[in-house]
């Protein structure tokens, strides 16, 4: 559990380059936590996704992301869709995928309804 309260630390810190740089050791604790406590292994992508989607790598950020929202659509946490789906949208307007950033964004807002 050190390395999720590192990446927690790091990304309380705004330290992005951290948190991607702590990518390999969060993926392996967040596939090892996902059924025991799913919770965290979706915050974990969502840091990883802030992180990448702030560096600038926006596939990379699509990739954390929709394993956050598969996640969420797995547990049941209709929130934690909402918010992936709000930041797949940012990701995908940022790469200029337009209709799939409404696609997304239209996901979010009818969650949040």
């Known amino acids: 559990m050190s390395v999720l309260f590192m990446i927690e630390h790091l990304a309380d810190a705004g330290d ?20 025991l406590v799913p919770c965290n292994s979706a915050w974990v992508y969502s840091a990883l996704g802030n992180a990448h989607y702030t560096l600038g790598d926006f596939a990379k950020a699509i990739e954390n992301h929709t394993q956050r929202l598969e996640i969420s659509k797995e547990v049941g946490d ?3 869709e909402s918010q992936a ?7 995908c307007f940022s790469l200029g995928d337009y209709s799939k950033a409404i696609e997304d964004h239209t996901q979010s807002l009818a969650l949040d309804r």
């Not at 991607?20 to 059924?35: F, G, I, L, N």
């Not at 789906?85 to 990701?91: E, H, T, V």
């Open 78 to 80: 209709r929130v934690g």
């Open 16 to 35: 992005w380059r951290g948190v991607a740089a702590q990518e390999r050791a969060a993926v392996v604790v967040a596939a090892a936590v996902r059924h």
């Open 85 to 91: 789906y709000g930041n797949l949208g940012n990701a």
